[in-house]
C-alpha cells in the first residue's frame, strides 16, 4: 500500500531542494587572492556582496575566498594546476597572514548571521558591517569590526585610537572576542566623557 502523502511530500521536497542548488564557479589562486573570471559570477557580488566586480572577473579577498570554498560555490586550483580543498587552503592563509584563524572565525560568524561583511580600513578596523538587507553603496556600513584573541593584550592607546575612528566615522564600535573553543563574542564600545 503507497501513502500519498508520504509521496506527495517526498516530491515537494525533491523539488525544494533542485529550486535550492547554487552555481559553483572555478576559480584561481593569484598570490593571496582568489579571481573569478566568469561573467556569472557576478551574481555573487550583487547578491552576497562578496569580493570586488570589475570587468568580468571577481577578486575576493582571502577570508570570502575561504568561505566560499568552505560552503562549496568554488572549486579553487592555481596556476599549475594544483587543487585547493578548504583545509589546504586554510592552511595556506594561517602561514601567510597573521591572525587569519580569528578573522576568518568572526567573519563566518557575521555572515551566518546574515549580515554584510567587507573588509575594513587599515591594521586595526577589520570588517566594516552593514545591516542585514543594506546595499552595499547605497547604505552605509552601521559597525567597525576590531577582532581579539581571548587572553591576548590590548593596549589602551590601541582602543583610544579605534573608538576614535569608529567615533569620526559615525559607525558603532564592536570589539569581537573569540574564545579558546572558536566561540565568537561580541562587545560593543564607545567613548564616554565625565
Known amino acids: 500500500m503507497v501513502d500519498n502523502d508520504t509521496t506527495q511530500n517526498t516530491v515537494e521536497f525533491e523539488s525544494i531542494e533542485k529550486t535550492r542548488e547554487v552555481s559553483t564557479f572555478n576559480a584561481s589562486l593569484k598570490g593571496l587572492k582568489v579571481l573569478i573570471s566568469d561573467e556569472k559570477s557576478k551574481s555573487l557580488y550583487d547578491k552576497g556582496y562578496y569580493g570586488e566586480y570589475d570587468n568580468g572577473v571577481l577578486e575576493l579577498e582571502p577570508i570570502e575566498a575561504l568561505l566560499l570554498l568552505e560552503r562549496r560555490r568554488i572549486h579553487l586550483t592555481d596556476d599549475e594546476g594544483n587543487e585547493y580543498d578548504f583545509k589546504k587552503l586554510a592552511e595556506f592563509y594561517v602561514n601567510k597572514i597573521p591572525n587569519f584563524w580569528t578573522k576568518y572565525l568572526v567573519y563566518k560568524d557575521l555572515r551566518n548571521r546574515g549580515y554584510i561583511v567587507r573588509q575594513g580600513f587599515g591594521e586595526d578596523i577589520?570588517?566594516?558591517?552593514?545591516?542585514?538587507?543594506?546595499?552595499?553603496?547605497?547604505?552605509?556600513?552601521?559597525?567597525?569590526?576590531?577582532?581579539?584573541?581571548?587572553?591576548?593584550?590590548?593596549?589602551?592607546?590601541?582602543?583610544?585610537?579605534?573608538?576614535k575612528i569608529a567615533k569620526s566615522s559615525r559607525k558603532k564600535l564592536v570589539l569581537t572576542i573569540v574564545d579558546r573553543q572558536g566561540e565568537v563574542i561580541y562587545y560593543q564600545c564607545k567613548e564616554v566623557i565625565l
Open 126 to 163: 577589520e570588517f566594516r558591517v552593514y545591516d542585514r538587507g543594506a546595499t552595499v553603496g547605497k547604505s552605509n556600513a552601521k559597525y567597525l569590526i576590531h577582532p581579539v584573541i581571548e587572553g591576548s593584550p590590548l593596549k589602551l592607546s590601541d582602543l583610544s585610537k579605534i573608538t
